[in-house]
């Protein structure tokens, strides 16, 4: 790559070089960007520098070098140890530390008293994803959309982007929320390995059956959110509660013979039968997360 190509692309700075941090860094650096990066841990950071990187001293002077700052720390209380008493202003600050909606929202007015732009961002994705296009992995953004725009390119080194909205808050919301449903998967695939594991089932050979079968599942999340847009859970039931409680001593009975644990499974079938006992058989599943709602009892 040339100098004047090398020149052409945006410098910034990268706090925090652990797993993800590296590997954002080594994207952008590949891509040629000018990265400076800061770490806790100096050797951390150190490890970068042979691979073109600027080691910044401190956190304050990484911010200095550049006017574009990407933080990828602990957690959010890193990030304000981190940048107290650094001259934000003037500064456009990406923040992909992984926190709450709260925390986002809060962050941003946090940045923007001290006279910088700020987005949040969600990553979905591990490191070795990072820098590979082709593995599917992206990041969600959410506040500034001017900053966004004006760096979408550089963002989009290390990942896809997909910008979430104006709210700060969205993008760890959007993140949490997938998190949320990929850990019920998990729970719901150690149960099912968890049936298997003592009889002569080759979880090799059962693992294609259960993967099948959960992308076949998965068209249900388009239903679910047409019936909590519309209101209507009964219309076009095609397996209704009061079908799926039914087969909930079934599963319970099956758990029991294979001396299985149901705890990742009976907080699931408990909503489903308190939701048929108060009248709602004739409902899908789209009618349980109203059950959710905290506020309801509030």
């Given at each position: ?136 992995g992206y990041v969600f953004y959410s506040g500034s959309r001017e900053l966004f725009e004006e760096h979408r390119a550089t963002l989009a080194v290390p990942a896809g982007t997909r910008y979430a909205g104006t709210d700060p808050g969205f993008a760890a919301l959007h993140d949490v929320a997938l998190l949320s449903a990929m850990n019920g998967m998990f729970a719901g695939v150690a149960h099912a390995f968890a049936l298997i594991r003592p009889e002569d089932v080759a979880p090799e050979d059962f ?92």
């Amino acid at each position: 790559m040339t100098d004047t190509a090398v020149a052409s692309r945006t410098p910034l700075t990268l706090l925090g070089t652990g797993a993800m941090g590296s590997a954002l860094a080594r994207a952008w650096l590949a891509a040629g960007h000018p990265v400076t990066v800061w770490n806790r841990t100096p050797a951390r950071a150190r490890a970068l520098a042979a691979e073109g990187a600027t080691v910044a001293e401190s956190a304050a002077a990484a911010v200095e070098a550049n006017r574009l700052v990407v933080a990828c720390l602990l957690d959010d209380d890193s990030v304000g140890e981190a940048l107290d008493g650094t001259a934000l202003a003037g500064r456009d600050l990406v923040n992909l530390t992984t926190g709450t909606p709260g925390q986002g929202r809060t962050r941003a007015a946090w940045a923007e008293a001290r006279g910088a732009r700020f987005l949040d961002g969600g990553i979905m994705a591990v490191p070795p994803m990072i820098g590979a296009p082709e593995s599917g992995g992206y990041v969600f953004y959410s506040g500034s959309r001017e900053l966004f725009e004006e760096h979408r390119a550089t963002l989009a080194v290390p990942a896809g982007t997909r910008y979430a909205g104006t709210d700060p808050g969205f993008a760890a919301l959007h993140d949490v929320a997938l998190l949320s449903a990929m850990n019920g998967m998990f729970a719901g695939v150690a149960h099912a390995f968890a049936l298997i594991r003592p009889e002569d089932v080759a979880p090799e050979d059962f693992a294609p059956l259960l993967a099948e079968w959960l992308t076949a599942m998965a068209h249900s999340v388009h239903e679910t959110a047409g019936r909590l847009r519309s209101g209507d859970f009964t219309g076009n039931v095609v397996s209704s509660l009061a079908m799926q409680a039914a087969g909930i001593p079934t599963l319970l009975r099956t758990a029991e013979e294979q001396h299985v644990s149901p705890e990742l499974l009976a907080p699931y079938l408990e909503l489903m039968a308190g939701r048929v006992a108060q009248g709602h058989g004739d409902e899908d599943g789209a009618g349980l997360i109203g059950l959710l709602d905290l506020r309801r009892s509030a």
